[in-house]
């Protein structure tokens, strides 16, 4: 018998996967698996045949196709008024996942310790163990997940090697602050402790809120990979396009990983992304797009038995049903499905622990007809 070691014994299939297969299994409506159900722009899909007929066919140089280096430097200072180099500062991914993977490929280090907050996207920790890190966890509480920096110092040690940040947060919709910069930044400050600031959602933020990203901070900028992903910008999660920020010497680092890696990505759709790019108007309409699905979809929830969650940014509404049942949100969610119809996420799923606060998530990025639909099944519960 061959025998196999496994590198990350205790890892199943990702409940992303898991959910949206029982959706499909029970005809449910798919509020659990983070992707829109209605179409990107048919200008960019255009702009990809096209690239296609222009001969973009074989490989983009290594670290990505310079007129969308350049498109990206150009969004993020229009944003931020912040100038990343183009040359040497900007890697493009296939997708958020691949940034996260390199960048902590290119730091880990066997007993290496970082710090992630949980709830948290379910990738960070068996890539962490994957290179021989520790995973520190810091559990944050509903409904806020406010963070006690001083907790966070706690956490710290000599082999205290990257804190991995996530704002607007995957899954609870919850936002760092000002304030939280600063704590932070009087934490790491004369040390050499990283940043991989996922900001996926960075788009993704209601209420007037400003997106606070570590690029802001000098402090934090000059120690940090920040991730994007073009599957949010863009409608388009299966296209598997992102990108990470970061300064020179560490994107040094990172493409000598991301060369082996992957090499470079998808040819065509990252010139037609650049193309599209040109004109801020293909993006700058997404924070009151998502913001207004969010209200809809409150405002269907309201008449629910659903508890719901404050929820600042990302596609992403919690609920809490704990008031009228102690079940396990594993098994609550599986019976959302199969008896109401509705595939949502249990927040346990977020703790490596499975700590169950008796909380689910949907995802509001679908069509209002979805959300209406999903509503009135949820209304039954
Ligand atoms: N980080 C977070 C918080 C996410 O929710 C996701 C997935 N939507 C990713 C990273 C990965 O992004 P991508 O699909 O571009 O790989
Ligand atoms: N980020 C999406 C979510 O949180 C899904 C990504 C995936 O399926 N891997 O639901």
């Excluded at 702009?47 to 430097?73: C, R, S, W």
């Excluded at 607007?168 to 704590?183: K, T």
Aim: glycine share 6%; net charge negative.
């Amino acid at each position: 018998m061959l025998n196999i070691q496994s590198k990350l014994p205790g890892v199943g299939t990702t409940i992303f996967s898991v959910m949206s297969k029982l959706a499909a299994e029970h005809k449910a409506i798919n509020l659990s698996q983070g992707f829109p159900d209605y179409p990107s722009d048919p200008k960019l899909t255009e702009l990809v045949h096209k690239a296609m007929k222009d001969g973009f066919n074989q490989y983009a140089p290594m670290p990505g196709n310079i007129l969308l280096k350049e498109t990206i430097t150009q969004k993020v200072h229009n944003m931020y008024g912040i100038s990343y180099n183009p040359d040497t500062e900007v890697t493009v991914t296939a997708g958020g996942t691949q940034a996260i993977f390199t960048a902590l490929a290119t730091i880990i280090n066997p007993g290496d310790e970082v710090i992630i907050f949980e709830p948290a996207y379910d990738c960070y920790a068996p890539t962490i163990r994957l290179f021989g890190g520790l995973v520190k966890t810091y559990e944050l509480t509903p409904p806020a997940y406010g963070i006690d920096w001083d907790m966070v110092k706690k956490l710290f040690t000599a082999n205290t090697r990257m804190i991995i940040l996530n704002s607007p947060q995957n899954p609870s919709g919850s936002i760092l602050s000002d304030e939280d910069m600063q704590a932070l930044i009087k934490l790491v400050s004369g040390t050499d402790i990283l940043i991989l600031s996922d900001e996926v959602y960075e788009h993704l933020i209601y209420d007037g809120q400003q997106h606070k990203s570590v690029m802001l901070y000098p402090e934090l900028r000059e120690r940090s990979f920040i991730v994007a992903s073009f599957g949010k910008l863009l409608h388009a999660t299966g296209w598997k396009l992102g990108y990470c920020l970061a300064p020179e010497k560490l994107t040094k680092e990172f493409r000598k990983v991301h060369q082996f890696n992957v090499f470079s990505v998808n040819s065509p759709m990252q010139q037609a992304i650049a193309e599209y790019l040109q004109d801020p108007e293909n993006y700058t309409g997404i924070t009151s797009f998502f913001e207004e699905k969010r209200n809809y979809f409150r405002g269907l929830l309201a008449a629910s038995r659903f508890e719901l969650l404050p929820c600042h940014g990302s596609y992403f509404q919690s609920a809490s049903y704990a008031h009228f049942s102690d079940e396990k949100d594993t098994d609550f969610s599986i019976r959302l499905i199969k008896e109401f119809g509705v595939a949502t996420i249990p927040v346990s799923a977020f703790y490596q622990k499975s700590t169950d606060h008796k909380i689910i998530r949907f995802c509001f990025a679908k069509e209002n007809s979805t959300l209406l639909q999903a509503a009135e099944k949820l209304k039954n519960v």
